[in-house]
């Protein structure tokens, strides 16, 4: 009885790992942009307030020795903002402690969260007065778009604690922008191909453990007449 019992439950592991590597072929393969970024849909983020932030992206470094030189160990991200209101957009990424410092005691609106189906974002609203510079002035940016109608932001990822920032360009009030984020991520087929290996192995076990449950014992032999 409890070899079938996890005969049973290898079969459904198994066949949970096998979809799921799947899935992941079929996303990296087919849900790419033509740069090769897997992208969020366009979405219409607004404030009235000078800012909008999104915090606590944190990026942990792994370890291992190649991580330190492979420009590609975390990989790529892209942030791409169109203006809606004609005034030149701005979007930059930068250590959230500098950005911290740069927003405090600015009116701006902290994006906490983000559902896509259907779309809705939830902010976290910061009062305050107007900014002290524009964003273009500030140095602490890892990464940075400036300019008329659509910008494109791209970052090759790092270890740290950053945050991504949609301004105007003139830090006025009033921020309208349509929002795409993109991610290019190498490992992510390594990643599928390791799922289906896993898969194959719990099946291959699974089909083992119900041949053991399922075999017929084999009947004693009869014992000799009496003579």
């Excluded at 969020?40 to 030189?69: N, V």
């Excluded at 779309?119 to 107007?130: K, L, N």
């Excluded at 790092?158 to 301004?167: A, I, L, P, R, T």
């Amino acid at each position: 009885m409890l070899l079938l019992i996890f005969g049973i439950l290898a079969v459904l592991l198994g066949g949970l790992l096998l979809a799921g590597g799947g899935f992941l072929v079929w996303v990296d393969q087919t849900q790419r942009d033509s740069d090769g970024y897997l992208t969020s849909p366009i979405e219409r983020l607004q404030t009235a307030t000078f800012a909008l932030a999104s915090t606590g992206l944190d990026i942990a470094h792994p370890r291992g020795p190649d991580f330190a030189t492979n420009p590609d160990r975390f990989g790529h991200v892209k942030v791409e903002a169109t203006s809606l209101d004609g005034k030149r957009v701005f979007v930059g990424i930068g250590p959230e402690d500098a950005v911290d410092a740069y927003l405090g005691g600015v009116a701006h609106d902290e994006v906490t969260s983000l559902d896509f189906h259907p779309f809705r974002a939830t902010y976290d609203r910061h009062g305050g007065g107007t900014p002290r510079s524009r964003p273009g002035a500030k140095r602490f940016w890892v990464a940075r778009a400036e300019g008329a109608s659509k910008q494109t932001l791209r970052w090759d990822v790092e270890s740290g604690n950053w945050s991504v920032v949609v301004m105007n360009a003139d830090a006025s009030r009033g921020v309208d922008v349509d929002v795409a984020v993109g991610a290019r991520l190498k490992f992510l087929i390594w990643v599928a191909v390791g799922l289906l290996i896993a898969g194959v192995i719990v099946l291959a076990v699974a089909a083992l453990l119900l041949y053991f449950a399922f075999r017929t014992p084999r009947a004693p032999p009869a014992a000799p007449a009496p003579t």
